[in-house]
Every structure is written in C-alpha cells, then in structure tokens.
C-alpha cells in the first residue's frame, strides 16, 4: 500500500464565473479497487467518477480529503491527467461547449428542422423543466401532423448533464431521417411505417449548469432546501423507487439522490405524460461512457422473464455498431453485468409497459480516451456507429407491430398547433444573483456507480434488419 500523499489543490475549471472559482475547491483522486477500500468509499458516499485499470477514479473535496486521511486509505491524485488540463484547442467560434449543443442551440436547429422538412418533421413542447426552459420532442412520420394505426418508437438523450454526447447522437438521428427521406429508401420505407420520437435533451436546466459553471455536473437543478442541489433524473422514475439504497441514494447530496418520492421532478414527469398518451413499442435512452448496451433489470441481478429476446436484440445492435467502425460495444443485463440501479427509466418502460428498453453508453470505454469529454471531431464517428442499430430498432418495431411482448390498447392524442414559441432568450439567464450562485457551489458531490466490465458480452450474430440502400456516412 502507498503512503498516503495528502494534497489539496484548488481544481479550477475553465469556463467558470470567477465568484465560483472561490467555492470549487475539487480534485480527482483514485484508489486501489480492493474490497476494504472500496466498502470504505462507498460507506462515505463519495462521487465515484470511473473504474479503469484496477482502479476507482472519485472526485473529492476538502471534507472528502479528511475522511480518506482519517480511514488511513491512500490515494493517487489525477487531477492534472483530466480535462480540462488535457483539453484540445477549444472552438471559440462555436460558443462555450464547441460543436455540442447548448439549449437555446438545440431549440434553434430542431426548429430549422420542422421549418425544413414541415412534411416529415414536427418540433413538440411536451412541457417545462424546473427552471422553465421548454422540454422538446421531435416527431417524424410520413404524416406527421396525424397519428396512424403504426408502431411507434422513442429515442432519449442527456438525463445526466455533463454527457453532452447523449444529446448529439439522438439529435443527428432525426437530421440524418429528414434529410435521407427523400433519397434513401430504406429510410423513406421506415419513415412511411413509423412513429418516431426523439427527445434529445431531457435535462436541459442541467445541461445549461455543466456547461457555463461546473462541467461534471450530472443531476437537474432541484434546490433539495439542504445546500445541496439536484435529483438524478435516472433515479426518479417510478417502477422499484427506492428499492434500496445501493441502487439510488436517499441523500440529496448525492449523485443519485432519487428524490423524496417517484416521478417528483417535471421533467420525468414529462417522460411519464407522453408514455401515457403514446403507444411506444421500444425505447433507448442514450448515455455516456461506457460503451455498453444495457437493457433491464437494473435494480436486480436477476434476469426478466423476456431475457433471451432483450439479449439478441442487444447482439444485433452490436454487431452492426462494430461493422461500422469496428467499434466494441458490449452488451447484458444492467443490474447483472454492472451496477445495481433502481428507479431508473428502462426498469420503468419495460416493468411498466413490457416493451424492449436499452441504456446506450456510449464512448469511450475509458478516461484515457476523454471520458465523459468526448472530442467534437468524434461526434459524427460515433453517430454513424449507433446509426445502423438505431435503424435497425426501428425496422425491428415496424415487422413486428401488433406481436410485441405486451402491445397495449392504442392511446389516441392530438396536438395543437403551437402559435408562438417561448421567447428563447429568457432560458439563457444564469443564475439570479450572487447569493444563490454562492450558495449552488456548496454542493459538490455527484457519485456516480463504477461499472464492472467483466461478464459483458462481446459477440457479433447475424444481423436481421434489411438494407436495400447502403448508410450513408458523413
């Protein structure tokens, strides 16, 4: 064991207003994963950030220092071998995040969409986050402004803010539909017998906060009225709530805080308005890192009753993600092949409505390849990877509509046509004085569970889904 080396530096994030620089005092440390050390960790109910190479990577502040000194853990300090002392050359002329989209960012280009391709492609506010900055979903179908005997499929991104790739994979998901409608025709042909929704930003008040003040900031905005902020989204979903306190914590400081009961924040009530008026037939939620395909349980390690099809459909998927760019996504059960998660949206769509759900973590596998900072010059690569899975899913519900596990009565739901937008620009603001942004910083702690990688499955199958059009790749 290492001599415990204990150093406290001021881990100052660029982009930070200067009063938060004074409140920040976070490093990034890592331990040994050995089971003495990490019963101590999680005991203290630390930001677990990452596991790679036998280690566990958290992110600590002072308090956090005295605990390890005082269980005499030793640690190694990393701060200086993570963003944003490693980071590229920013793109200035792209704003704050570079090639990432911002709220206001997303609002503007799923519009232009719609305005665009009106025929297929309608925006949809399907209600406010907590901090009131509209919560969109983009709708593509033939005959968009109707709803058809079809099947129907949903796509979600960002539930935790600083995994910005988990809004640009679904969001080019959508570009990439409109603008092939016309010249692709197994696109044309998916289109023409689909519902597809996409909702690439779900946490967008938490999106907003990693970009301008914290960047490894995961949960939403809540105040929880402690000094501490936040309720993980991923956690506050209805289906096992609170199961146990492995899979969620019940203490608002940290970053799986569920919150004081099921569906208690807007914006997974949100979630929870448009499953009940819709008649979805299979969803994904995408987040960031791992590079794994997770499908329920999560909050148990045992498996469900309609295991074996959730599995191969997982092994299709990933065996047309590697074909693409020879990329490995590994895939199993959530709560068997990694950690325990309870309250989390998949458990949710599939306890609830019995319908195929996936986690997609997307890349990297590991810190050393940017961790949850993906480069900008990687978000094309790694949409045109999960470009044919998505395809493929949706080709999936299309043959097998009215023969799905559970298909449930269809919901009729109709919409208005909006006459006026929000003003966007009230979204933007930042924080309303200098109190409240004083009192935000105090709250530094977002554990996030380590995933283990052993027992992942890594095979390639047959794949089932018919191209008569090669994708095509930007």
């Not at 993980?232 to 608002?252: A, I, K, Q, V």
């Not at 095979?459 to 095509?472: A, E, L, M």
Request: aromatic share 12%; proline share 4%.
């Amino acid at each position: 064991m290492k001599k415990v080396i204990f150093l406290i530096a001021t881990f100052c994030l660029v982009f930070f207003p200067l009063e938060a620089q004074d409140y920040w005092n976070t490093e990034i440390i890592s331990v040994e994963k050995d089971p003495d050390t990490i019963k101590k960790i999680r005991q203290m109910d630390l930001d677990l950030l990452m596991e790679w190479n036998n280690r566990v990577y958290i992110i600590v502040g002072f308090n956090d220092f005295l605990k390890l000194q005082k269980e005499n853990i030793p640690y190694a300090l990393e701060t200086f071998n993570f963003y944003p002392h490693k980071q590229r050359e920013v793109s200035l002329q792209e704003g704050l995040n570079g090639r990432y989209h911002s709220y206001a960012e997303l609002e503007r280009d799923l519009l232009a969409l719609q305005d665009s391709y009106s025929h297929i492609a309608r925006v949809i506010d399907l209600g406010d986050s907590l901090e009131g900055r509209n919560i969109y979903a983009l709708k593509i179908s033939d005959n968009v402004y109707q709803d058809e005997q079809e099947a129907e499929l949903l796509f979600v991104g960002c539930h935790h803010a600083r995994e910005w790739i988990s809004v640009e994979v679904p969001f080019l998901l959508g570009k990439y539909l409109v603008e092939n409608y016309e010249t692709n025709t197994q696109v044309k042909d998916l289109v023409d017998q689909c519902e597809i929704w996409i909702v690439p930003l779900l946490n967008p008040d938490g999106l907003e906060y990693s970009i301008h003040f914290y960047r490894y900031w995961r949960k939403n905005r809540r105040d929880n009225r402690d000094g501490s902020f936040g309720i993980d989204l991923n956690r506050n979903y209805s289906y096992n709530w609170g199961f146990d306190d492995e899979g969620s914590s019940p203490f608002p400081s940290s970053s799986v805080y569920r919150g004081p009961s099921a569906f208690s924040e807007p914006e997974t009530q949100v979630m929870r308005a448009l499953f009940e008026e819709r008649n979805f037939q299979a969803v994904i939620s995408y987040h960031s890192y791992s590079q794994v395909i997770l499908y329920p349980w999560g909050y148990t390690n045992q498996p469900t009753a309609e295991d074996q099809l959730l599995d191969q459909i997982a092994a299709d998927m990933s065996g047309l993600m590697l074909s693409v760019n020879g990329t490995i996504y590994q895939y199993g059960q959530a709560g068997a092949e990694l950690y325990l998660t309870n309250g989390g949206m998949i458990d949710w769509t599939f306890g609830t409505y019995n319908i195929p759900s996936y986690t997609i973590e997307l890349p990297p596998i590991d810190e050393d390849h940017g961790g949850f900072f993906n480069a900008e010059e990687d978000i094309q690569p790694i949409f045109n990877e999960n470009l044919p899975a998505m395809l493929y899913l949706i080709d999936w519900t299309v043959q097998n509509f009215g023969s799905i596990i559970n298909p449930s009565t269809r919901r009729e739901r109709r919409y208005e046509t909006r006459a006026n937008l929000k003003d966007r620009t009230q979204f933007g603001r930042e924080l309303k004085d200098e109190g409240e942004d004083k009192a935000i910083t105090q709250n530094s702690k977002h554990k996030v569970n380590y995933p283990k990688t052993s027992g992942l499955k890594n095979k390639t199958t047959d794949v089932r889904i018919k191209q008569t059009d090669p994708i095509n790749k930007e």
